[in-house]
C-alpha cells in the first residue's frame, strides 16, 4: 500500500495531494490517470496509493466488497505517514468518492500534522447512489478539522447539485460543480461540456484551493 503512483510537475509543486480511489476502480483507473495528470498540469503533486483490498485484487485475491470506510482510515493514516518522508511541502488529502469520504474522517482526527492543509473530494458520496432519502454522510464533512473542498458533478446521483441546493454545509466546506457531470464528471452527449473539460475544471480548482491556504 506504500508504494506510490506519482505524478509531477515540471517544477517545484504548490502541494502534494495524496489520492485515494474509489470503492470499486484501482489507483490508475482511466479516471484516476485523467486527474492525476490533469493535477500535475496546474501544479499539483500527486501520490496515489491503493487500500489492501484493492491492491490484493492484483495478485489474485477475491473482488469482494471494500471494508466500512470508517475501517480504512488507519491505512489511509499509515499512506500519510510514509507520504510525510518522500514529499516536502503543503500536503492534502483526497480521493475519489468513497477514498474522498475517508479523507475527510481522517481530516476530522486530533493528530494531523501541520503540513496537511486540506481535504479534496472528488465526487462525494452524499448518500447512496439515488437514495436521497437515505441518511446522509455529512459527520465527515462537518467534524473535518480542515478545510474541505469538494469537486462534484452536476447529476452525480451520490449528490446532485439540485439536491445540494437544499443541503447547508459547514463554513469550512467548499463545493465546485462540474457541469452536467456524473458520479466521474461525465457530461451527457448533448452537453457541450466535454469529460477533460470538466477534468481541468476540477484540477484548476484545486490548484486554487491549494493557494488559498498558503501561510
Not at 190 to 203: C, M, V
Amino acid at each position: 500500500m506504500s508504494d506510490f503512483l506519482w505524478n509531477r510537475p515540471e517544477d517545484e509543486p504548490a502541494a502534494t495531494l495524496l489520492m485515494a480511489h474509489g470503492a470499486g476502480a484501482p489507483m490508475d483507473s482511466a479516471f484516476m490517470e485523467k486527474l492525476a495528470g490533469a493535477l500535475a498540469d496546474e501544479g499539483i503533486a500527486v501520490a496515489r496509493f491503493e487500500f489492501a483490498y484493492m491492491a490484493g485484487r492484483r495478485t489474485g485475491g477475491s473482488k469482494r466488497p471494500p471494508p466500512r470506510a470508517d475501517r480504512l482510515i488507519g491505512e489511509f493514516q499509515t499512506a500519510l505517514q510514509t507520504l510525510l518522508a518522500d514529499a516536502s511541502g503543503p500536503l492534502l488529502l483526497g480521493g475519489k468518492s468513497m477514498g474522498g469520504r475517508v479523507a475527510a474522517m481522517l481530516g476530522g482526527g486530533g493528530s494531523l500534522p501541520q503540513r496537511v492543509r486540506g481535504i479534496c473530494c472528488f465526487g462525494y458520496p452524499f448518500h447512496p447512489t439515488g437514495k436521497p432519502d437515505a441518511e446522509w454522510r455529512l459527520s465527515p464533512l462537518q467534524e473535518s478539522k480542515r478545510p474541505v473542498l469538494i469537486l462534484q458533478g452536476d447529476r452525480d446521483p451520490f449528490g446532485s447539485k439540485a439536491e445540494l441546493d437544499a443541503v447547508t454545509l459547514p463554513g469550512h466546506v467548499s463545493l465546485t460543480y462540474l457541469e452536467d457531470g456524473n458520479h466521474d464528471f461525465g457530461p451527457r452527449g448533448k452537453s457541450p461540456a466535454t469529460l477533460d473539460g470538466n477534468i481541468r475544471s476540477a484540477a484548476g480548482a484545486v490548484a486554487a484551493f491549494a493557494a488559498s491556504l498558503r501561510d
